[in-house]
Nanobody, 114 residues
């Protein structure tokens, strides 16, 4: 059974930082591309950042230069370091594992306050 468990969300002031973690089980982690998505109230879920099995990364324009995605295959984990957080970054953040199928985590709330 595939499980993706996110952690690290919370309340932070604008300009602050958070680090999200996602622990995976039930998959051969190194085979999968991993990604972070987010969904704000009333908006569609959007891709934030992704990292391929080979370590190539891609970011949404809105987070480039502020967020960094990384992975640790030995720990079967993917991370999202978020710096210089803005009010617009407030959302539920979801971890996803992608190959021929996409698996989702349950999400973790990130709230940025002024």
């Amino acid at each position: 059974q595939v499980q993706l468990v996110e952690s690290g969300g919370g309340l932070v002031q604008a300009g602050g930082s958070l680090r999200l973690s996602c622990a995976a089980s039930g998959i051969i982690f190194s085979f999968y591309a991993m990604a972070w998505y987010r969904q704000a109230p009333g908006k569609q879920r959007e891709l934030v950042a992704e990292i391929t099995s080979g370590g190539r990364t891609n970011y949404a324009e809105s987070v480039k230069g502020r967020f960094t995605i990384s992975r640790d295959n030995a720990k079967k984990a993917v991370y999202l370091q978020m710096n210089s957080l803005k009010l617009d970054d407030t959302a539920v953040y979801y971890c996803a594992a992608e190959r021929s199928i996409r698996y989702w985590g349950q999400g973790t709330q990130v709230t940025v306050s002024s």
